[in-house]
Each structure stands twice: as C-alpha cells, then as structure tokens.
C-alpha cells in the first residue's frame, strides 16, 4: 500500500505542478488581455475625438462651399452686369458720336447757305 501512496503523492505533486502552471500562463493571460482592453480604450476614444473633429470639418467644409458658390454667383451676376454697362456704354458713345456727325454735318449745310 506505501506503492500506491507514493504514486498517490507523486500524481498529486504532478498535478499541483500544472496547476500551478495554468495558473501562472492564466495570470501572464490576464495581464496581456488587460494591456489590450486599456489599448482598446484609448483607441476607441482617439476614434471618437476623430469622429468628432471629422464632423466638425465637414460641417465647416459644407458651410466654406456654401460661402464660395454664394461668391462665385455674386462674381458671375456682377461681371455680367458689368459686361451690360459696357456695352450700353459703347452704344451710347456709337449713338453720341453719330448724333453729333449728323449735327455738325447739319450745322454746315446751313452755314454754307
């Protein structure tokens, strides 16, 4: 019986050895998975502040385009009034100078009667 008593406490002894083993591998687990959830939280809240931030651009980016096609329209209507001056302007200066060829012209036929 001292055999099996001796196997007993040398399976009993195997056994404490791995589970003290397990345990330790089990502890080196826990401290890696602990690492990677902090990890994940910093990543999760540098991906809100991104989240965030890209929002904030592109609302600022919708409200720049908005402001640029508002120039742009201004520009385009000012131009088009402009180039509609100049050209009323150009027909006034043709008319005036016409106008006042057919004055003098007119002047002369009476003066030279």
Do not use: W
């Not at 002894?13 to 345990?23: A, I, P, S």
């Not at 720049?64 to 088009?80: A, G, N, P, Q």
């Amino acid at each position: 019986m001292s055999q099996h008593g001796a196997a007993l406490q040398t399976y009993n002894q195997e056994l404490v050895k791995y589970l003290e083993g397990m345990k330790l591998r089990r502890s080196v687990l826990q401290s890696r998975i602990e690492i990677q959830k902090e990890e994940k939280n910093n990543l999760q809240k540098k991906i809100e502040q991104m989240s965030y931030q890209l929002t904030c651009l592109n609302d600022n980016l919708e409200k720049s385009l908005s402001v640029r096609d508002e120039y742009d329209k201004i520009i385009t209507d000012t131009e088009t009034a402009y180039i509609k001056i100049l050209e009323s302007s150009q027909l006034l200066l043709n008319l005036t100078k016409r106008e006042a060829t057919n004055f003098d012209q007119t002047l002369m036929k009476k003066n030279l009667r």
